[in-house]
C-alpha cells in the first residue's frame, strides 16, 4: 500500500508581482513503511512540500494523498495521522518537557502512557528535564522533545523536515538510528534533509533543486545513474591541482571532496594517462589517482549542471 | 623567521556558575591559515569563539587576537576581525551596494575607500549589474558569497566563519570553499566551524573540541594518521563519543 501519493503537485509563491515557483510539477509516491529522503539544499521547495503534504497549504495545481485521504478534502483525517516535525522549533518555549508533551497527547485525545513505548528510548533522553522550559533546552534536547511530540499520537506516516541540519555528525547517526527503530514500527517516513550523506540511511530518495525533481530511485539506483568513469586524485599541493585540472579542455568538472578532488572527463578514455601528464607537468609530489563509485553527492552535482 | 601569530590562547576558560563551558583550551593560529574549529553540539566552541570575538569575558587563561588583549581591548578586536554566520549576515531589505556601503562605513572606511571597495567587490563577484537588486532577491549561493566579502571588506586580520556553508547546494558550498583558499593566499586568517566532514580536510589545521577541552588538534593528515583513520569523520565519531556531557 502507498502511504504517500504525489501528482503533478506545483506551487507558486508570489512577492511584490514576482512569482517564485517553489514546487513546478512534483510527482512520487511512498509506500509504507519505507523511509523516503527528500534531498536538497535550502530553497529547493522541501518545506512547501511537506505543508502541502500535511494540510497546512494548498497546492495551486495537482493532487496529493496521505493514507489514501487528499490533502485537501480530507485533511481532518490527515491530521489525525500524521506526525509533523517542523525545520523550525514549534513547540511551546514557556512550558515545561512533561507540559508540551501532555499538551500534544491530549491534543490528539491520547495520553503519554498509551503510547509511551513508541517515544520510550527518544523520550528517557530527555526526562531527567521534565520540568525544564522548552525553550531553555539545548539544540539537540528540542529536537528529541519535538520528535516525541511528533510522535505521541502514534502517526502513520511521520513528517519530518531537516531534523538534523545543524546538528554535529554524532548527534545525527544518533537521530538515523532513532528512525530506523520507527520504521521496525511500521511508520512511513518522510525526511529531508540537506546533507547528502544521509542518502544512504534512506530507503529512497528524490534529489530536489529549485522545486523540480532531479532524480528518484534507492541511493544505489541514483549512483547507477552516474555514466562516466569518476576519478579521484590527490597530492602533496590540493588547491594547485584543481587549478591545473581545471585548466584541461578536455576535463568536464573537478570537484574537491575531502582530501581528493573527483574528476569526470568530457570524453573519457585514457583518462588516467591524462590525470598522470597533469601531475607530472606541475610536479606534484606523493600523488594518487583512483578510479572511484560515485556517491549521492557527485550525482547530485552532476544532475544540477543537465 | 617566526610565524605570525594571529590568535594565541593560553588555559582560556569559561565558566558559568559551576558549569565549565570551556576548559584550559590552548592553541595559535598563525597568519593565513585556515583553522577549523570542530566539536559535538554543546562542546563548547560557541563560548569559544565568543571569547576570542570580544564578546564574552573569559572567566580565566589568557588569549589575544590580532595582537589584542580579549580582556582590556575587546573594541580593538572587533575592529580587526570579520565575522559570517549563517543566521547572522545582510540586510535583506536593502540592495547589495546598499549592504556593502553599510557595513564598511560602520567599520570606518572612507567615502573613497567605500567607493573603491564597492566596484572591486562587485566586479569579484560578477555582480556589477545587480548592484541595486535587494538582497532578498538573490539566491542563497550569492547571499553567501556577498556576506563573505562583505565580511572581510575592512581587510581584517582575521575573518571568524559560523557554519557558514550550512544547507547550500554542493557546487555553490565548494565554490564558497574556492573563496576561503583566496583570502587565506591574501594573508587573512580563516577560523571556521563546520558540521561537514569534507570540510575539514580542507583546513591547514583543525582541532576537535570535546567537554569544553581540545582534545586533538592538528593538520587533518596527521589526526588521520594519529586516530588510524581514514577519514577525518571517523576521527571526529572516535573522538567526539567519548563525551561525557551532553549538552
Redesign the interface.
Known sequence: MQSVVVENISKKYVVKK?ATEALSDISFHVDKGEIFGII?????GKTTLFRILTTLLVADAGKAAVDGFDVVKDYKQIRNRAGYMPGKFSLYQDLSVQENLEFFAAIFNTTIQENYGLIKDIYQ?IEPFRTRKAGQL????KQKLALSCALIHKPSVLFLD?PT?????????EFWEMLHRLKREGITILVST???DEASLCDRVALI?KGKILSIDTPKGVTKQFRKPLWAVKANEM?RLMMDIKTDPGVESC?????YHHIVFKNPGDDKKRLEEIIQKGHFTNAEINNIEPNI?DC??AL??E | MQTEKVITAKNLSKKFGHFVAVDHISFEVNKGEIFGFLGANGAGKTTAMRMLCGLSMPSSGEATVAGFDVYKQTEQIKKNIGYMSQRFSLYEDLTIGENIRFYAGIYGLTDKQIREKSDSLLKELNMQEHKKTLVRELPLGWKQKLAFSIAIVHDPAIVFLDEPTGGVDPITRREFWNLIYEASSNGITVFVTTHYMDEAEYCHRVSIMVDGRIDALGAPASLKKDHAAKTMDEVFLQLARKAVRSE
Not at chain 1, 536538497?40 to 529547493?44: E, H, I, K, N, Y
Not at chain 1, 539545548?138 to 534536547?141: A, E, K, P, R, V
Open positions: 514576482k536538497g539544499p535550502d530553497g529547493a533522553q539545548s539544540g539537540g534536547m531537516e541540519t545543524g546538528v554535529d555528525a554524532v548527534s545525527r547517526k540537506p546533507y547528502m533543486q588547491y570537484y574537491p571532496f575531502g582530501q553527492e547530485f552535482m544540477m549542471k
